[in-house]
């Protein structure tokens, strides 16, 4: 089992930023990916960036050079995302989410945080 805790949501001006972090604990050996989600009001939840154990990155395009994943090096359970001009659009419940590796698969809905609410408005 793997554990997720977000931290780093909050409300923030249009143009403005914000750094969310998510540190996983426990199993952490079997994590293949961790993945930033997000549901805004009303939608789908969609991915919006991703990062692999080898530390290959990628981005949904409606946050494409605004927004940025990383991983702290020392502590290899904890990513960040990097979120700068923000957007009223980019208003919604951000999650964290682990994929585990079992075998030779990959289990993309495998661990979910609690999420954190973003909102950005004047």
């Known amino acids: 089992q793997v554990q997720l805790v977000e931290s780093g949501g909050g409300l923030v001006q249009p143009g403005g930023s914000l750094r969310l972090s998510c540190t996983a604990s426990?199993?952490?050996?079997?994590?293949?990916?961790m993945n930033w989600y997000r549901q805004r009001p009303e939608k789908r939840r969609e991915m919006v960036a991703g990062i692999t154990t080898n530390g290959d990155t990628d981005y949904a395009a409606a946050v494409q050079g605004r927004f940025t994943i990383s991983r702290d090096m020392a502590k290899k359970n904890t990513v960040y995302l990097q979120m700068n001009d923000l957007e009223p659009e980019d208003t919604a419940i951000y999650y964290c989410?682990?994929?585990?590796?079992?075998?030779?698969?990959?289990?993309?809905?495998?661990?979910w945080g609690q999420g954190t609410q973003v909102t950005v408005s004047s």
């Open positions: 426990g199993n952490i050996f079997s994590i293949y990916a």
């Open positions: 989410n682990a994929a585990e590796r079992r075998g030779t698969s990959v289990y993309y809905d495998a661990f």
